[in-house]
């Protein structure tokens, strides 16, 4: 499109009938390209002061897929200057948008009903919103937009008249707000419902902009058909939100206001790295209501949000709380859930205790052990009953930080020579305890020769550290926490039996199964009236000292009596949700299929590790949840230096979210961060991050190729690939300088275990004489894969100095690549294409590499022209005959 269309100067030109609110529409027309340099003028000012005549969108698209919109200029619709509805897969790119600051409802772009939207390198400003994303859209990326004046970039508004919304991940990154008057905001009105979740606002520009950022959930407060909502009314449910590396400054105190529904928790909203200073220099003001786990604070005028990713733990923990935040957490392996074993007797216990069912729901098991995840302990099998609303919990946990069982009791609580056992606990979450878990999970160092958490304990429970903390500790007596190293001596107020000083599981099913008939028994005979059992005799029969039994005092049953039998394991009762710690040590792999110990902790640092920032899952887990169908993911590895703003991370990510097909397998992607700050930058923008620890080596900067330092860095991914395929997962590893503009998987052969890329291909996929590049593999899990990797990692003692890849160029000619069967295959660098040898065909091309080029700045200026060139090609209405890349340029320098 060139030159200029133009509408009707006056309202009354207008044929205002039913369709008058579109001028310029397209319905269902698919592969559609607008492109060009000319000028679509709506002429909208007659309408813009006429609340009551409805008024057209200027340029409408409904039901077209694969659009493509670049070039043109808008300018003073009557409304809407663009509409994006029902459509899939949308790119927009290098247009304009004008129209006055005080045009009303001149929306740049309003995004409904659709998904995989790409909008970059555009200038919007209008008298409303740049950019309106409305309900049903899922996967808008929005890259490079300059916005101003209007009302930023929106997400709504959403749930007007008790409507349903669904808008899931929003990505807005590198973006600039110029005299707005608000930047990133999200809107609802009361009354609605739905939700709004996964969306991300990062490396934005404020300049003199109000409301940098905003959360607005009263926007209107109308609920369904108009009327006024009430205040248990649903609304709009707004989760994972994050707002990343704001700077600059604005023409309003309040930088960040979240106003959200008291109804529906803002949850899991995360704002970090903002500096934003006030045009006039007063103290800007946060303002923050109804938000789930906020914690703010501020430093030098940046504000920042602590982190607490919601993991699939923590939402078990949210769910599963008590309105105090109680949980009661057991764990269970696969013995202990076998049928008739503990957890059966534990779930009985809970069905025939009085007034203990109700309790199921606050109770949370895992078969991954999960207390270990707070301390790294040897777990003590136990049953044990437990009162509700009975003295304990009154008289006995109100005035405590952390209270213990014991195996033996002296009749003092306070007193540190109780012999304690953990398999009963009580710990308020606060900073004393924390403090203290950490303490006791690292002094496990001093004390190698007893490995059982209950044993350090006893010994460190006298160390002035924890007088020093301030932790109040009390001990339970075992009249009201009974075990079998001290059974209780009165059942009518006995709370827990713990079948301590006792081995093996059989042993603990048979006596804990006599511990239950001696409990149904005592409510049979002794619930019938107000009266109390004037002897307690406990027919355990592994003790015949057990059987004399103990005389008892007498007690008021009219206190609920709660039975607990069969905990699997320790047991918590958390006063609050914990977030547990995540770490690996990739000195020591085998650690992969099992979750690490956390270091003793520097109780005097202020940095953040990255074990306060993560959720703890072991790696198997993170490539479980991340895994395909078929058990196969994609995997990358990151250092700081890569995963800076505005470095390779980005790039790469966002040639997932423009390539063809490529967005909905970001979700597969593994990130293996190799130090701390690599790590915290991942989990802003991405959810399956994974650190590895290394103590030999500092990995968190530029590492230039073939230096020794890199070279450790290539032998450590071989080494953890080796360990992914032994634990049953098919990969593709990928270098994050590798930009994805295709799905590459219908690519690949069907019949190779080992599929790599080149950096020159002689034309033969099944010639060994290619020159391979590492940096893009697949490989199938099978035991010839698993011998190859094991073989070429060894293969490194007889090559000192060399490149992981270089050894594979010695080693792909040896006898025992042919005597292990393995088939492998050469990728064409027309679908894999890269620096060395570029693709010829960009309709065809799947990947570019950034290889044959030392340097960061070098990669990151030529991966930034083949994301230009991409985008200029995906803007072209024909198939293009004749592939040229702008690349390599710097890459080539001396």
Same mark, same amino acid.
């Given at each position: 499109?060139?030159?200029?269309?133009?509408?009707?100067?006056?309202?009354?030109?207008?044929?205002?009938?039913?369709?008058?609110?579109?001028?310029?529409?397209?319905?269902?027309?698919? !592969?559609?390209? /607008? +492109?060009?340099?000319?000028? %679509?003028?709506?002429?909208?000012? *007659?309408?813009?002061? #006429?609340? &009551?005549?409805?008024?057209?969108?200027?340029?409408?698209?409904?039901?077209?897929?694969?659009?493509?919109?670049?070039?043109?200029?808008?300018?003073?619709?009557?409304?809407?200057?663009?509409?994006?509805?029902?459509? !899939?897969?949308? /790119? +927009?790119?290098?247009?304009? %948008?004008?129209?006055?600051?005080? *045009?009303?409802?001149? #929306?740049? &772009?309003?995004?409904?009903?659709?998904?995989?939207?790409?909008?970059?390198?555009?200038?919007?400003?209008?008298?409303?919103?740049?950019?309106?994303?409305?309900?049903?859209?899922?996967?808008?990326?929005?890259?490079?937009?300059?916005?101003?004046?209007?009302?930023?970039?929106?997400?709504?508004?959403?749930?007007?008249?008790?409507?349903?919304?669904?808008?899931?991940?929003?990505?807005?990154?590198?973006?600039?707000?110029?005299?707005?008057?608000?930047?990133?905001?999200?809107?609802?009105?009361?009354?609605?419902?739905?939700?709004?979740?996964?969306?991300?606002?990062?490396?934005?520009?404020?300049?003199?902009?109000?409301?940098?950022?905003?959360?607005?959930?009263?926007?209107?407060?109308?609920?369904?058909?108009?009327?006024?909502?009430?205040?248990?009314?649903?609304?709009?449910?707004?989760?994972?939100?994050?707002?990343?590396?704001?700077?600059?400054?604005?023409?309003?105190?309040?930088?960040?206001?979240?106003?959200?529904?008291?109804?529906?928790?803002?949850?899991?909203?995360?704002?970090?790295?903002?500096?934003?200073?006030?045009?006039?220099?007063?103290?800007?003001?946060?303002?923050?209501?109804?938000?789930?786990?906020?914690?703010?604070?501020?430093?030098?005028?940046?504000?920042?949000?602590?982190?607490?990713?919601?993991?699939?733990?923590?939402?078990?923990?949210?769910?599963?709380?008590?309105?105090?935040?109680?949980?009661?957490?057991?764990?269970?392996?696969?013995?202990?859930?076998?049928?008739?074993?503990?957890?059966?007797?534990?779930?009985?216990?809970?069905?025939?205790?009085?007034?203990?069912?109700?309790?199921?729901?606050?109770?949370?098991?895992?078969?991954?052990?999960?207390?270990?995840?707070?301390?790294?302990?040897?777990?003590?099998?136990?049953?044990?009953?437990?009162?509700?609303?009975?003295?304990?919990?009154?008289?006995?946990?109100?005035?405590?930080?952390?209270?213990?069982?014991?195996?033996?009791?002296?009749?003092?609580?306070?007193?540190?020579?109780?012999?304690?056992?953990?398999?009963?606990?009580?710990?308020?979450?606060?900073?004393?305890?924390?403090?203290?878990?950490?303490?006791?999970?690292?002094?496990?160092?001093?004390?190698?020769?007893?490995?059982?958490?209950?044993?350090?304990?006893?010994?460190?429970?006298?160390?002035?550290?924890?007088?020093?903390?301030?932790?109040?500790?009390?001990?339970?007596?075992?009249?009201?926490?009974?075990?079998?190293?001290?059974?209780?001596?009165?059942?009518?107020?006995?709370?827990?039996?713990?079948?301590?000083?006792?081995?093996?599981?059989?042993?603990?099913?048979?006596?804990?199964?006599?511990?239950?008939?001696?409990?149904?028994?005592?409510?049979?005979?002794?619930?019938?009236?107000?009266?109390?059992?004037?002897?307690?005799?406990?027919?355990?029969?592994?003790?015949?000292?057990?059987?004399?039994?103990?005389?008892?005092?007498?007690?008021?049953?009219?206190?609920?009596?709660?039975?607990?039998?069969?905990?699997?394991?320790?047991?918590?009762?958390?006063?609050?949700?914990?977030?547990?710690?995540?770490?690996?040590?990739?000195?020591?792999?085998?650690?992969?299929?099992?979750?690490?110990?956390?270091?003793?902790?520097?109780?005097?640092?202020?940095?953040?590790?990255?074990?306060?920032?993560?959720?703890?899952?072991?790696?198997?887990?993170?490539?479980?949840?991340?895994?395909?169908?078929?058990?196969?993911?994609?995997?990358?590895?990151?250092?700081?230096?890569?995963?800076?703003?505005?470095?390779?991370?980005?790039?790469?990510?966002?040639?997932?979210?423009?390539?063809?097909?490529?967005?909905?397998?970001?979700?597969?992607?593994?990130?293996?961060?190799?130090?701390?700050?690599?790590?915290?930058?991942?989990?802003?923008?991405?959810?399956?991050?994974?650190?590895?620890?290394?103590?030999?080596?500092?990995?968190?900067?530029?590492?230039?190729?073939?230096?020794?330092?890199?070279?450790?860095?290539?032998?450590?991914?071989?080494?953890?690939?080796?360990?992914?395929?032994?634990?049953?997962?098919?990969?593709?590893?990928?270098?994050?300088?590798?930009?994805?503009?295709?799905?590459?998987?219908?690519?690949?052969?069907?019949?190779?275990?080992?599929?790599?890329?080149?950096?020159?291909?002689?034309?033969?996929?099944?010639?060994?004489?290619?020159?391979?590049?590492?940096?893009?593999?697949?490989?199938?899990?099978?035991?010839?894969?698993?011998?190859?990797?094991?073989?070429?990692?060894?293969?490194?003692?007889?090559?000192?100095?060399?490149?992981?890849?270089?050894?594979?160029?010695?080693?792909?000619?040896?006898?025992?690549?042919?005597?292990?069967?393995?088939?492998?295959?050469?990728?064409?660098?027309?679908?894999?294409?890269?620096?060395?040898?570029?693709?010829?065909?960009?309709?065809?091309?799947?990947?570019?590499?950034?290889?044959?080029?030392?340097?960061?700045?070098?990669?990151?200026?030529?991966?930034?022209?083949?994301?230009?060139?991409?985008?200029?090609?995906?803007?072209?209405?024909?198939?293009?005959?004749?592939?040229?890349?702008?690349?390599?340029?710097?890459?080539?320098?001396?």
């Amino acid at each position: 499109m060139d030159g200029d269309i133009v509408a009707p100067s006056e309202k009354s030109e207008w044929s205002l009938d039913q369709n008058s609110q579109r001028w310029i529409s397209f319905e269902s027309v698919s !592969d559609l390209t /607008v +492109i060009g340099t000319g000028t %679509i003028n709506g002429f909208g000012s *007659s309408f813009w002061e #006429d609340t &009551i005549t409805k008024r057209p969108t200027a340029l409408d698209f409904n039901n077209c897929n694969n659009l493509r919109i670049s070039g043109i200029t808008l300018k003073d619709s009557p409304q809407n200057h663009i509409s994006i509805n029902n459509c !899939d897969t949308v /790119v +927009i790119s290098r247009i304009q %948008i004008l129209a006055p600051e005080d *045009s009303p409802n001149t #929306d740049g &772009i309003d995004i409904s009903a659709s998904t995989n939207v790409h909008i970059s390198k555009s200038s919007i400003g209008t008298g409303d919103d740049c950019i309106a994303i409305k309900t049903r859209s899922v996967n808008i990326n929005i890259t490079r937009v300059v916005c101003g004046p209007g009302h930023g970039i929106s997400i709504g508004s959403l749930g007007a008249n008790g409507q349903k919304a669904k808008v899931e991940n929003v990505h807005v990154t590198y973006c600039t707000f110029n005299k707005t008057k608000n930047g990133a905001r999200i809107k609802t009105w009361q009354g609605g419902e739905g939700y709004v979740r996964h969306v991300y606002f990062e490396h934005i520009t404020i300049i003199d902009a109000m409301n940098p950022i905003i959360i607005d959930q009263q926007y209107k407060d109308k609920g369904y058909h108009g009327l006024e909502s009430a205040e248990d009314s649903e609304d709009v449910a707004i989760s994972d939100a994050k707002f990343i590396d704001f700077r600059g400054t604005t023409s309003n105190e309040n930088i960040i206001t979240l106003n959200c529904s008291k109804i529906k928790l803002c949850e899991n909203i995360v704002v970090d790295d903002i500096d934003i200073t006030t045009m006039d220099r007063k103290e800007p003001k946060i303002e923050c209501s109804h938000v789930w786990n906020s914690n703010w604070f501020s430093q030098n005028q940046t504000f920042v949000k602590q982190r607490k990713p919601v993991s699939e733990l923590d939402r078990v923990l949210m769910n599963a709380a008590m309105e105090d935040k109680t949980v009661i957490i057991t764990a269970l392996n696969q013995a202990w859930v076998a049928p008739n074993s503990i957890f059966d007797l534990f779930l009985e216990s809970f069905r025939i205790g009085i007034g203990t069912e109700m309790l199921l729901k606050h109770t949370c098991w895992s078969e991954r052990v999960l207390v270990s995840r707070l301390l790294d302990a040897r777990l003590a099998a136990m049953k044990f009953l437990k009162r509700s609303n009975c003295p304990w919990l009154q008289l006995h946990l109100h005035d405590a930080d952390f209270q213990i069982t014991c195996d033996n009791y002296n009749g003092k609580p306070s007193d540190k020579s109780n012999w304690v056992n953990s398999g009963f606990t009580y710990v308020k979450a606060n900073n004393k305890t924390a403090k203290f878990y950490d303490f006791w999970c690292g002094s496990r160092r001093r004390f190698r020769g007893r490995k059982h958490d209950q044993d350090i304990l006893n010994f460190i429970k006298k160390d002035p550290f924890v007088a020093k903390i301030g932790i109040k500790i009390r001990f339970l007596d075992t009249v009201y926490f009974g075990g079998f190293c001290q059974p209780s001596k009165d059942v009518n107020v006995v709370n827990t039996m713990h079948s301590n000083c006792c081995m093996g599981l059989n042993n603990k099913i048979r006596y804990l199964n006599d511990v239950l008939r001696d409990w149904k028994q005592y409510l049979s005979e002794n619930l019938s009236g107000n009266t109390t059992l004037a002897e307690t005799k406990w027919n355990l029969r592994h003790s015949k000292s057990l059987d004399s039994g103990f005389s008892i005092g007498q007690k008021d049953i009219t206190r609920i009596l709660i039975l607990f039998l069969g905990l699997t394991a320790s047991c918590l009762v958390l006063y609050k949700a914990a977030y547990p710690l995540q770490q690996l040590d990739v000195n020591n792999l085998s650690s992969l299929l099992t979750s690490p110990s956390p270091p003793l902790p520097n109780l005097n640092s202020s940095e953040t590790s990255p074990e306060t920032i993560i959720p703890k899952m072991s790696f198997k887990e993170i490539l479980a949840n991340a895994s395909m169908k078929n058990n196969t993911v994609i995997i990358t590895t990151l250092n700081q230096a890569w995963t800076k703003p505005n470095s390779l991370f980005d790039l790469f990510l966002e040639s997932f979210r423009i390539g063809q097909e490529t967005q909905r397998l970001l979700k597969h992607v593994v990130v293996i961060c190799l130090d701390p700050k690599a790590l915290r930058r991942c989990i802003q923008l991405h959810p399956n991050c994974y650190y590895i620890e290394t103590s030999e080596t500092d990995f968190s900067g530029e590492k230039l190729f073939n230096t020794p330092d890199y070279l450790k860095m290539m032998w450590r991914r071989i080494e953890l690939l080796t360990k992914v395929l032994e634990m049953g997962f098919t990969f593709i590893f990928t270098d994050a300088d590798i930009m994805w503009l295709r799905d590459p998987f219908p690519r690949l052969y069907p019949d190779g275990d080992f599929q790599i890329a080149c950096d020159s291909f002689s034309g033969d996929p099944y010639d060994v004489n290619n020159w391979v590049n590492g940096g893009f593999t697949y490989v199938k899990s099978n035991n010839r894969t698993i011998e190859f990797y094991k073989f070429w990692h060894k293969s490194r003692l007889n090559y000192p100095g060399l490149h992981d890849q270089d050894v594979f160029n010695k080693i792909k000619h040896d006898p025992f690549i042919t005597q292990i069967g393995i088939q492998m295959r050469f990728f064409d660098t027309v679908y894999f294409g890269g620096f060395c040898q570029t693709s010829r065909d960009i309709n065809l091309v799947c990947t570019m590499h950034a290889n044959c080029c030392i340097g960061l700045e070098r990669k990151l200026h030529d991966l930034n022209l083949v994301l230009d060139d991409w985008i200029k090609y995906l803007s072209m209405s024909e198939q293009v005959k004749k592939t040229t890349w702008s690349v390599p340029m710097k890459c080539l320098e001396k």
